[in-house]
């Protein structure tokens, strides 16, 4: 089963606007760790943000901020103000703390920045 | 700091041959994973190392594919016999603690002929 759900394959999003990437997880362990990161099309991964399951709060990192919906269980990565250099792939990821630790990554979602 | 350095960045071989691919993770970091993606199955979890030790390798394909991890500061996945389906970018990550987040190497990018 699918531990990661990225349900959009692809997203535009109008230059300065914000956008909404979703992420739904499946997990029965209390303790795990979200995480986003960003594929250019040069290839490298880049970590992006991290929300912890008992986080009170959203986390941000400057323009991105997570939408953390615990009952959800889904962690939608919010870009404000799109850049054209935002324009990538974009993977959402799991760690179980509870068990062996391996991440599991979502399909991820391409985000095209139009000017 | 030094990312994760991986190298060779492009390996390009013929079918049969031996691949070593290389990583070097960042210093500290006690966690060390090998990835490998394609376009039609996603970025698989290959193999993860817990201070140099092998945790998890059923992500490994087959008995053509095998990982060590010497030291804390080195690691190698070898392909051999290579065939051409291993074509694929393949990454390396470390972090530190069960928790963290992993930091990515820039990939190696493998075509088999």
Redesign the interface.
């Given at each position: 089963a699918q531990k990661i759900t990225q349900t959009q394959p692809g997203m535009f999003v109008q230059e300065k606007e914000a956008v909404t990437l979703d992420c739904t997880y499946d997990t029965s362990d209390p303790s795990y760790?979200l995480?986003w990161?960003k594929q250019p099309s040069s290839?490298?991964?880049?970590?992006l943000i991290?929300q912890?399951s008992y986080d009170q709060q959203n986390a941000t990192e400057g323009r991105y901020s997570l939408n953390f919906q615990k009952a959800r269980k889904s962690a939608n990565l919010v870009i404000s103000a799109s850049q054209l250099g935002d324009s990538a792939m974009y993977?959402c990821a799991m760690?179980e703390?509870g068990g062996?630790?391996?991440?599991t990554?979502g399909?991820?979602t391409s985000l095209i920045v139009h000017p | 700091d030094a990312g994760v350095i991986q190298s060779p960045r492009h390996e390009v071989t013929e079918m049969g041959q031996e691949v070593t691919l290389r990583c070097k993770p960042i210093s500290g970091h006690d966690y060390l994973f090998w990835y490998r993606q394609t376009m039609m199955r996603g970025l698989e979890l290959l193999i993860y190392f817990n201070n140099n030790v092998p945790i998890d390798d059923s992500g490994m394909p087959e008995d053509r594919f095998s990982a060590k991890m010497p030291n804390a500061s080195f690691s190698t996945l070898k392909i051999q016999p290579s065939e051409p389906r291993d074509s694929a970018v393949y990454f390396c990550a470390s972090s530190l603690g069960p928790y963290g987040e992993q930091f990515f190497g820039p990939g190696t990018r493998l075509t088999v002929l």
């Open positions: 760790g995480f990161y290839g490298e991964m880049i970590f991290y912890g993977f760690r703390t062996s630790y391996i991440p990554f399909r991820g | -």
